[in-house]
């Protein structure tokens, strides 16, 4: 709406996210190039914050938007099958299912479909670690009694899984909660702790897949069906070109910035093999089931779970 | 039966503010619960943050009409109060007017916001989520008292049945210490 | 869309101004300018984001803090401790040229450490301190200038509400900025008495001297009874500064510990006095927090309209040195300052300038509390200025030109200390520094 005759795009991202925001840049760019869209572009959360930017493209204050999954999928569970823990065995079956042409991704689309949403592509942001300061995570019983800073309902439902207390924190609080204690460690992916130098108060970071979203560019159903074949192909291509290349210099930028940077800094980073990573994984088979009761449809869940696991 | 209509309202604003007055004390011991429960159990709670951040809306959107009617909200009035009689009635019904639009404005967008918020099942993000129409409920029926309250209390038109349901004054901080 | 961009926005502030004028409720004339921008910009579909700019705005956890402060300072309040803070400070001043005004300046410092709001703190204070200068022959804007301007304080040192309004807005840290306020607020406090003193001596007719005395056993005494409200201030922020607790949790625990204070130690805490707690609570945080809410309105209409870009881009291509830039961003702030009140004007301009002093290198931590400095000015600069016409509610006899005329040195001292704050940044920065 505020441009009155050009399409929104708004984001909360800015653009000091050498790992995002590439990628919001390449969609934007190749929308215009294919499809002609003359977007009035809103970064940094300028006009709708982390918090507003679905609820105002569903009212139709922006049109297209580039979110967090995890910020959405409370309203919309369907979204949580990509980030539930555990769920597909290694990163590149899991990228797999994050395509847009991936049955997975389908099936999301059709169910988002219902509540007039739709997502046209995303980036994997990779799994999630478990950040501490005190004590290395090795085993599901070191994380009982932990204070842990999650950002979504998956995340805090696995760090209840695992006998941690979730704590919900503004991440302008996050330096300082972790370096009083506040908090014990946090559950978040890699480019987290980097863009506010956590690393310099964090020891240890154990890596698996405790969980993982996606930085999705969304828009409603009804003004993509609106628009004619050429503009919804377009918008279909910088989708894919969000999830491909967007993932893409996201990785680099992780292997060749921000993970130096971070054992630099003296961070330990802990893998687990085959069998240290079986408890994590019983215990967190609960927030499936979880997962399930909030999307209230049995079929869909196994199928979307299915879907992964064979992508 | 303006009067009567007119106390009517206050009964109803002067509720929500209880309301908010009553939100602002449940603020303090569910926060303060809060930090013993990290502290004592190791185990904060999940719904003091989400919980707390929408009462922040609620103690300040469910006291704006009561306010409004009481004739309690900041205002400036160096230049106001040097007008000829005449300008200054017309400055109170620009004022009238002003409150009245922004009290619609909020209502019927509020509305369509509750419709939204309600129909896409929209919620916030944590393990305890707030329903979103919850907060939109509240701007919108805040807007429609606004809309009352700005037709049925022009500024200063009932000085005397404003003092009645005036709140505590700010300025008497302290005044029965 | 007819009228450009700048039109609308400048049509926008001329009735915004307009309306503030004709004595429209500020949270009002915030709300309803930003929305008659709106529909200029973009049509009835704009008005959408009306509900969801507020709704969003006074959602930010950060502001939590506010009401909470609130809170604990109208416990405190009940209690008799304007009068108990002014009279200990009297008896420790008495030898003093203009001993009555260093202590009241003193008071509200104090007071300022437990209140987050400045309107409480000149009306908590000025009722005690004001009658009792003109009493013994105060000159009336030197008595009137020494409580409106010192009651500004307690939006510097903190808590305060400025601070918090600031980090809702750009995200920095609450604990930080308070931290950055210490410095500045102690220094403008002792620049304030330092003038007191200074002006008393040179012109003893505007403070004549009584020969009052006081022993050391009643001075000692008096600061007795204000030492539970110092604790509580000791604990509040000790507990924000060693970790134990955020702002947030601070202010929540702070609140309770003085609603038992003011129970257990003054037993003052009757229905009537919890009413009147709550009551005033409500009253002064919904008259705050509304104008929060709406300043989000006005501000979402300038974002739709491309200001804060539009005005970083001329800045940034300005060739001239950044602290011309920022010593002409600080004139405007104080021209703005007398025609709108604290919190709008926070609100407005934070998000328009930061993105530009971003850019120019500078530090957005250093730059809030400079801003809050700016703000000390603008509730005592007329015609828009809070303070003042608390001063003149709370001691109606005085005439509104002595106050005004009883402020002016101190907009000089302010100015001085944001000079200051300019060639030594440390000032803001340096405490915070020491607690990340
Ligand atoms: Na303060
Ligand atoms: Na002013």
Redesign the interface.
């Known amino acids: ?4 005759h050009r399409p929104v795009a708004a984001t909360y991202l800015t653009t000091s996210y050498d790992d995002l925001y590439p990628g919001v840049e390449m969609f934007l760019g190749k929308a215009r190039e294919l499809g002609g869209f003359d977007f009035d572009v ?1 970064p940094s959360g ?4 982390a ?2 930017l ?3 493209m ?4 922006a049109d297209v938007v580039v979110q967090t999954s ?6 919309f569970p369907i979204l949580g099958a990509l980030e539930l823990p555990f769920t597909a065995h290694d990163f590149a079956r899991y990228l797999r299912a994050c395509d847009p042409a991936s049955g997975a991704s389908r099936l999301i689309n059709e169910e988002l479909g219902r ?3 739709r997502v046209l592509g995303g980036m994997a942001t990779g799994f999630e670690y478990l950040w501490t300061i005190d004590k290395p995570i090795r085993t599901p019983e070191d994380v009982r ?1 932990l ?1 842990m800073r999650v ?3 998956i995340e ?2 696995t760090v ?1 899984a695992l006998g941690g ?9 996050l ?3 972790l ?4 908090i014990d460690g946090m559950m978040s992916y890699l480019g987290t702790v980097v863009s506010r130098d956590l690393q310099e108060i964090l020891r240890y970071g154990t890596a698996a897949h405790f969980g993982a979203y996606t930085v999705d560019a969304y828009c409603r159903s009804d003004w993509y069906d609106s628009l004619p074949g050429q503009q919804r192909d377009a918008l279909d291509e910088a989708g894919r070109v969000l999830f491909r290349d967007g993932t893409a210099k996201l990785i680099d930028v992780h292997e060749h910035e921000y993970l130096p940077a971070v054992r630099k800094a003296g961070v330990e980073l802990i893998e687990l093999d085959e069998a240290r990573l079986r408890p994590f994984q019983d215990a967190a088979s609960s927030v499936h089931q979880r997962w399930r009761d909030l999307l209230g449809d049995p079929v869909a869940a196994q199928r979307a779970l299915d879907l992964i696991r064979e992508a | 039966m303006l009067d009567h209509l007119r106390r009517l309202v206050l009964i109803g604003t002067r509720s929500l503010a209880v309301l908010a007055m009553v939100t602002t004390g449940l603020m303090m011991l569910s926060i303060s619960y809060d930090v013993i429960a990290r502290y004592a159990f190791r185990a904060p709670t999940d719904w003091a943050y989400p919980l707390n951040s929408s009462a922040v809306l609620a103690v300040t959107v469910l006291a704006i009409p009561h306010l409004y009617a009481t004739g309690h909200h900041i205002s400036m009035d160096l230049v106001h109060r040097s007008l000829p009689p005449k300008l200054r009635r017309v400055a109170d019904a620009v004022t009238a007017l002003a409150a009245a639009l922004l009290g619609l404005v909020l209502a019927v967008t509020g509305f369509q916001t509750v419709l939204v918020s309600y129909g896409h099942g929209l919620t916030g993000s944590g393990t305890f989520s707030v329903p979103l129409w919850i907060p939109d409920l509240i701007l919108c029926a805040s807007g429609a008292f606004l809309l009352l309250v700005a037709v049925l209390f022009p500024p200063h038109a009932e000085p005397e049945l404003a003092a009645t349901a005036a709140g505590a004054d700010p300025a008497q901080d302290g005044a029965n210490a | 869309m007819i009228l450009s961009h700048g039109l609308v926005v400048a049509l926008a502030v001329l009735l915004l101004l307009v309306l503030i004028a004709m004595r429209t409720p500020i949270f009002i004339a915030l709300s309803v300018s930003g929305i008659a921008g709106l529909l200029c910009l973009s049509g009835p579909d704009g008005l959408k984001l009306v509900p969801l700019a507020m709704g969003a705005q006074l959602q930010e956890y950060a502001l939590v803090a506010a009401p909470l402060y609130i809170l604990l300072g109208e416990a405190l309040a009940v209690t008799g401790l304007g009068r108990d803070l002014f009279g200990a400070a009297h008896r420790w001043f008495t030898r003093v040229p203009g001993g009555l005004g260093a202590s009241a300046i003193a008071s509200s410092t104090l007071f300022g450490a437990m209140s987050g709001v400045s309107i409480s703190s000149v009306a908590l204070i000025g009722k005690m301190a004001v009658p009792e200068m003109l009493s013994r022959g105060y000159r009336p804007g030197f008595a009137a200038g020494s409580v409106a301007a010192s009651g500004a304080l307690a939006m510097l040192i903190p808590p305060s509400l400025m601070f918090i309004l600031y980090a809702s807005v750009t995200g920095e840290s609450v604990a930080s900025l308070f931290a950055g306020g210490i410095v500045p607020g102690l220094l403008l406090a002792t620049l304030m008495i330092g003038y007191v003193v200074v002006r008393a001596k040179l012109n003893p007719d505007s403070a004549p001297r009584d020969g009052e005395r006081f022993s050391w056993r009643e001075r000692w005494a008096a600061i007795g009874k204000i030492t539970p409200a110092l604790v509580l201030i000791v604990l509040v922020l000790g507990s924000i500064y060693t970790g134990f607790a955020t702002p947030t949790e601070a202010a929540a625990i702070g609140a309770l510990l003085a609603f038992a204070m003011t129970g257990l130690v003054y037993r003052k805490l009757g229905w009537q006095n919890l009413k009147l707690i709550f009551a005033s609570t409500a009253t002064v945080s919904a008259a705050m927090l509304a104008i929060v809410g709406s300043a989000f309105v006005f501000t979402q209409m300038l974002v739709v309209a491309r200001v804060p870009e539009s005005l970083t881009d001329f800045v940034v291509g300005l060739d001239v040195h950044p602290y011309v830039v920022l010593i002409g961003i600080m004139l405007v702030l104080i021209l703005l300052g007398c025609l709108v009140d604290a919190a709008s004007l926070l609100l407005v301009v934070t998000p328009i300038l930061v993105p530009a002093i971003e850019e120019l290198g500078f530090d957005p931590l250093w730059f809030g509390v400079l801003l809050v400095v700016n703000l000390e000015m603008a509730v005592i600069t007329p015609p828009v200025g809070l303070n003042l016409y608390t001063m003149k509610s709370v001691v109606p006899e005085l005439d509104l030109g002595d106050i005004f005329r009883g402020i002016a040195p101190y907009l000089a001292i302010e100015f001085a200390l944001i000079l200051l704050m300019i060639a030594v940044p440390g000032t803001a920065t340096y405490l915070p520094s020491l607690i990340t």
Do not use: C, D, I, W
């Open positions: 709406a505020p441009g009155a809103f300028q006009l709708l914050g918090e507003e679905v609820p105002g569903l009212h139709g204050v995890s910020y959405v999928s409370s309203s509540q007039n949403m009694g204070r950002a979504g309902e805090g439902e209840k207390a979730p704590v919900f924190l503004g991440s302008a609080e330096y300082q909660a370096e009083r204690g506040t």
